[in-house]
């Protein structure tokens, strides 16, 4: 369980990422906005408390693995990064440009600390598995943990990896969904619905949960819950809101891929400022 310092610590991070995130897009005046910013909490968890890995070394063979399949949140795992210390925030700035080491969609051959290049929805949860099983026959005790797209999700792709890591019985693999309930056409219920996700998954065999996916708190006791059931994959559905963090974005399907301009840039970093003054309120 999160002590109320490492909470309040992880909170911040988020914003953080939220800023970094903003700022990184604001720069080249378009981008995956929506689904970056609702994957904040879920990066602060990974990258600033649950995940063994070393900036200085990260192709450290005993590392925790993350595989982000909706690569086009890419700008969101970027911020991340570089706030953990694999490469200087400058580089952020470089983002989607000329020779930049840091691609709209995720890079594994660019960017230090991306594990696996994504990008073609459902392919990197095949990846995932595939990286799950690889380090269970090597006998290493590290995690492999994935993050899905909810639009994402209704790719076959997906649950013949859901099959298959069941099969397998991958206890070291946690998967999420960012369950945003929105996709660049719309609601994925009117797109395309994923019915109750949670009880699809379990009925492939999957120890499944539902969290607020912008709780620190719960996501971190969701991991450590999973952790201690064995013989099965793990999946934590993240309940949360596309956009999240900006009132102007926030549930808004046209947020997926937005313009933000210099003015905008200056009115979300301000919201993410009061928000950041609230969370130290809270302490």
């Not at 005993?62 to 909706?70: P, Y």
């Not at 890419?74 to 200087?88: C, Q, R």
């Not at 925030?89 to 989607?96: A, V």
């Not at 990846?127 to 999700?153: C, F, M, P, Q, V």
Request: aromatic content about 8%; proline content about 3%.
């Amino acid at each position: 369980m999160l002590t109320r310092e490492e909470a309040f610590e992880l909170k911040l991070k988020a914003n953080d990422i939220r800023k970094e995130t903003v700022k990184t897009i604001a720069s080249i005046g378009v981008g995956h906005i929506g689904g970056s910013l609702s994957i904040a909490e879920v990066l602060a968890v990974l990258y600033f408390h649950e995940m063994n890995i070393d900036p200085k070394n990260p192709k450290w063979p005993d590392r925790d693995w993350l595989v982000v399949s909706k690569g086009h949140s890419g700008p969101a795992v970027y911020s991340a990064l570089a706030l953990k210390g694999y490469f200087d925030k400058e580089m952020l700035y470089t983002l989607n440009k000329p020779n930049t080491k840091l691609p709209s969609h995720c890079d594994m051959r660019k960017t230090p600390g991306i594990d696996m290049t994504t990008g073609s929805l459902g392919q990197g949860a095949s990846a995932a598995a595939g990286i799950a099983i690889g380090n269970k026959y090597d006998g290493r005790k590290n995690y492999t943990y994935l993050i899905l797209g909810d639009g994402e999700s209704q790719e076959g792709q997906v649950w013949e990896m859901a099959m298959f890591a069941a099969h397998h019985k991958l206890d070291n693999l946690i998967a999420f969904v960012d369950y945003n309930k929105l996709q660049i056409d719309g609601q994925t219920n009117d797109v395309c619905s994923l019915g109750d996700i949670v009880a699809k998954f379990t009925s492939f065999g999957w120890d499944t949960v539902i969290v607020d996916g912008h709780s620190v708190e719960a996501i971190c006791e969701a991991i450590e819950s999973a952790k201690i059931i064995n013989n099965k994959p793990h999946m934590i559905v993240l309940d949360t809101v596309k956009g999240k963090g900006i009132s102007a974005l926030e549930g808004k399907a046209s947020c997926h891929n937005a313009n933000i301009s210099a003015e905008q840039l200056e009115e979300y970093l301000k919201e993410l400022d009061e928000i950041e003054i609230a969370i130290k309120g809270g302490k």
